[in-house]
Structure formats: structure tokens, C-alpha cells
């Protein structure tokens, strides 16, 4: 299974390396999104360590344009910055559906870089951590704004 996180991970950081020509773009990365969610649930049993060795950063306005390029519908959404407040108390946000996918794209970038430097088990340690810290919100919301565009 942890092979197959690798080739998750390829399937959707295309998306961020280049323009894609292909019909139901959007389509397939939610099918995309939606395995790579699945593949944390088959992997959480896993060790969460990784090692402390860096990878370089990521140019995230080189990726977000080319995002931007692959899913020119994509824009702003409302969100709900305090879901669990009285009803009183809840604070409306804006979302960024190509931010989101760019975030998910550079985090997704580091785990290959870490699976090609490190090794597997690394690779998927920091899957797990960056799941559970960032990517999971992400991808929620991502997954929501296309079923509700």
C-alpha cells in the first residue's frame, strides 16, 4: 500500500507541474482527492516518525499559477471559521479552492521528495503528520467546494 501513495501522489501533483489537456479534469481529481484520503485511513496504523532531514522549499507561485491554469473555474468560497460556536457566535471566511490544491500539491511534492531521499518509511511518516496537520483541512474543503460549484 505504501507504493500505491506514491503513485496517488503522482497522479495528482500533475496538476501543479503542468498544463493537463484532458477532458473531466476536474472529475479526476476528485477521484484523486478522494483516494488519497482513503490511503490515510489504510496507512494510519503506521509509524508517524520521520526523519529530521529537510527537503528544499517549493515555489508555491510557480505551482499556484499553473494550478490556476489546469482549473480556471476554480475561485473563492464561504466558509465557517468556527463550526462548533452557537449559532450567535459563528464567523464567516473566505476560502481559496486554488490555494487549497497548491498547499496540497507542495506538501504532496515534499513527501515524494522525501520517499526518493529517505526512503518509504519516512515518506509516509511525514504523509501521516502533514495529513493530520494541514492537508486533511485542505482537502475538505476542496472536496466540498467541487461538489457544491
Known amino acids: 500500500m505504501s507504493i500505491n501513495l506514491i503513485q496517488i501522489i503522482d497522479?495528482?501533483?500533475i496538476f501543479g507541474e503542468?498544463?493537463?489537456d484532458i477532458p473531466?479534469?476536474?472529475?479526476?481529481?476528485?477521484e484523486k482527492l478522494i483516494?488519497?484520503?482513503?490511503?490515510?485511513?489504510d496507512l494510519n496504523n503506521l509509524s508517524h516518525e520521520n526523519s529530521d532531514n529537510e527537503t528544499e522549499g517549493f515555489d508555491y507561485y510557480n505551482i499556484r499559477m499553473i494550478v490556476d491554469e489546469n482549473f480556471p473555474d476554480f475561485g473563492y468560497y464561504n466558509?465557517?471559521?468556527?463550526?462548533?460556536?452557537?449559532?450567535?457566535d459563528i464567523l464567516a471566511g473566505m476560502g481559496d479552492s486554488v490555494d487549497d490544491l497548491t498547499d496540497?500539491?507542495?506538501?504532496?511534492?515534499?513527501?515524494k521528495t522525501r520517499y526518493i531521499n529517505f526512503g518509504i518509511e519516512d515518506a509516509v511518516g511525514r504523509f501521516l503528520i502533514s495529513f493530520e496537520t494541514h492537508i486533511k483541512q485542505h482537502l475538505i474543503n476542496l472536496l466540498?467546494?467541487?461538489h457544491n460549484k
Not at 473531466?24 to 476528485?30: A, G, P, S
Not at 466558509?79 to 450567535?88: D, G, Q, R, T, Y
Not at 496540497?104 to 513527501?111: A, F, M, R
Open 104 to 111: 496540497i500539491i507542495i506538501d504532496l511534492i515534499e513527501i
Open 79 to 88: 466558509s465557517v471559521l468556527n463550526i462548533k460556536a452557537p449559532e450567535e
Open 18 to 20: 503542468l498544463y493537463q
Open 144 to 146: 466540498n467546494y467541487i
Open 35 to 41: 483516494r488519497l484520503y482513503s490511503a490515510y485511513f
Open 24 to 30: 473531466d479534469k476536474e472529475t479526476i481529481l476528485e
Open 11 to 13: 497522479d495528482i501533483i
